[in-house]
């Protein structure tokens, strides 16, 4: 065999999905992993592609596999083991050879390695999509020297998700950290689209009394809509299922506690450092955490009653509040984008961020493709701002407050819609409140305010009466 085109460390879930997918797309690839015996599995499995996977089985071994300069792919666990992983390869590559991080690495650890003199080069990407998607094409966000990139694009263009125009979801975002960062947002607003999906979903079980199958039908129905996306589409799926112990739907056997493993919260907890508000994904951080207080949750109920009680709303009204809630939310997490990329000084453009997220990833929809549009005629204005979009919004608002109004009545917590809401509201305030936290700290602390009609006000009169 000649040598590789390319080497892959980790053949975990992702990582072997991700090597069979090179190695489809016409590309010899080398492959390793900690544990030899499932680099032979991974290799046995393989059928019909086995022939362009190189397994090896000490590091060096794959190193010497792979033609120079050698590009070597990391799918570890984030964190530790991709530093240690890294280490482990500093003294088998030359200056030329290059890695990159495929995981879900924090993006400031890919801030750090990318600015740390690494004796190697370095990418930091994120990848989309799940085992399904590495599989067969997921959305791949991009961050490092663009000349790195540029030498990899072959290889990741081949392997990413088509969009139907046919552009490849594979897309540098900037430099270092660029790349784990919109994959961060990504993951943001992935747990927001599914919370908010969830608070629908728990509107037409409690408070309308739909049985999960009848939920999934109304599901499909508005994945043929505005709300056409992945997530809707297999919110149907699941809510079709049958559990085979039970005959019950398979839904209705789940634990209502939600597992997760950190990308919303670094997103939630970025956002508050970067000042760009994002309340939808941090409601649905937040929910995620309530969800997994069972035993407080059975306890209040005990004290306080069931929420949920039964409601008296349209599914058309809910399918236009959940509209308006993902418009808002990804208003959210665009503007955040923007945040980060003056604070960060990376130049990310956000119509090519809307792009690479309409195939292959977890939030790829139909709506996206109206998004890059609206970014791409101004991507300095709010995208609740954007003619197509502010229509969209005025036209669902009345279900959105209608909806958030009938959970707040009767006992459905909706934080991801309400918070939706609510950051509406507060940015078509041109006179807010905070006039009134500005008196507040000036009476207390001292710290002064602007006088609306410029005249000068070092401080209050309080107390001078
Ligand atoms: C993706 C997903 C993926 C993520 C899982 C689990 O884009 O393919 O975002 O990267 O790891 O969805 O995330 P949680 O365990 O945090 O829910």
Redesign the pocket.
């Known amino acids: 065999m000649t040598k590789a085109k390319i080497g892959l460390i980790g053949l975990g879930t992702m990582g072997a999905a991700l090597a069979l997918n090179i190695a489809e797309k016409g590309f010899p690839i080398a492959v390793w992993n900690r544990t030899t015996d499932v680099t032979r599995r991974f290799h046995a499995a393989a059928g019909a592609l086995a022939g362009r996977v190189m397994p090896t089985e000490t590091l060096a071994d794959l190193v010497a596999a792979i033609a120079p300069p050698r590009t070597l792919i990391l799918m570890v666990p984030a964190g530790k083991a991709v530093d240690e992983q890294i280490a482990a390869l500093a003294p088998l590559l030359g200056a030329d050879d290059l890695i990159i991080d495929a995981g879900?690495a924090n993006f400031h650890d890919t801030n750090r390695r990318a600015t740390a003199g690494l004796p190697m080069r370095f990418l930091g990407m994120g990848v989309?999509?799940?085992e399904e998607?590495a599989r067969h094409g997921p959305a791949i966000m991009g961050g490092g020297a663009r000349t790195d990139w540029d030498r990899v694009a072959p290889i990741l263009t081949a392997i990413a998700a088509k969009a139907e125009d046919g552009t490849a979801c594979a897309t540098w975002m900037g430099e270092a950290g660029a790349g784990h960062f919109v994959k961060a947002v990504?993951?943001g607003i992935?747990y927001a689209d599914m919370q908010m999906i969830a608070e629908v979903y728990g509107l037409m079980r409690d408070g309308l009394k739909i049985a999960a199958p009848d939920i999934a039908a109304i599901f499909r129905d508005w994945n043929e809509g505005p709300l056409k996306s992945y997530l809707i589409d297999i919110s149907a799926e699941v809510a079709a299922a049958t559990d085979p112990l039970t005959g019950q739907p398979m839904l209705d056997v789940i634990r209502d506690t939600a597992?997760?493993?950190?990308?919303?919260r670094w997103t939630a907890i970025e956002a508050q450092h970067l000042a760009t508000p994002v309340p939808v994904i941090e409601a649905a951080v937040m929910a995620r955490n309530v969800s997994a207080r069972l035993s407080e949750r059975v306890a209040g109920a005990a004290r306080f009653g069931a929420g949920g009680q039964p409601v008296a709303l349209s599914v058309a009204a809910l399918e236009s509040a959940l509209i308006a809630g993902k418009i808002l939310c990804y208003a959210q997490g665009f503007a955040m984008i923007s945040g980060a990329s003056a604070s960060f000084n990376w130049a990310l453009a956000l119509p090519d961020i809307a792009r690479v997220w309409r195939a292959g990833?977890?939030i790829r929809s139909a709506m996206l493709n109206d998004m890059a549009a609206a970014l791409a005629e101004d991507a300095t204005r709010n995208l609740f701002l954007a003619p197509a979009f502010a229509a969209r919004i005025e036209a669902a608002l009345p279900a959105l407050r209608q909806v958030v109004a009938a959970g707040a009545l009767h006992g459905h917590g909706l934080p991801a819609l309400g918070a939706a809401l609510a950051w509406f509201d507060l940015m078509h305030a041109a006179r807010g409140t905070a006039n009134m936290i500005q008196a507040q700290r000036d009476f207390f602390g001292a710290h002064g305010f602007e006088r609306l009609d410029g005249a000068p006000a070092p401080h209050g009169p309080w107390g001078a009466a």
Do not use: R, V
Not at 259 to 264: A, L
């Open positions: 879900n989309s999509g799940g998607g990504h993951n992935e597992g997760q493993k950190g990308t919303g990833c977890i």
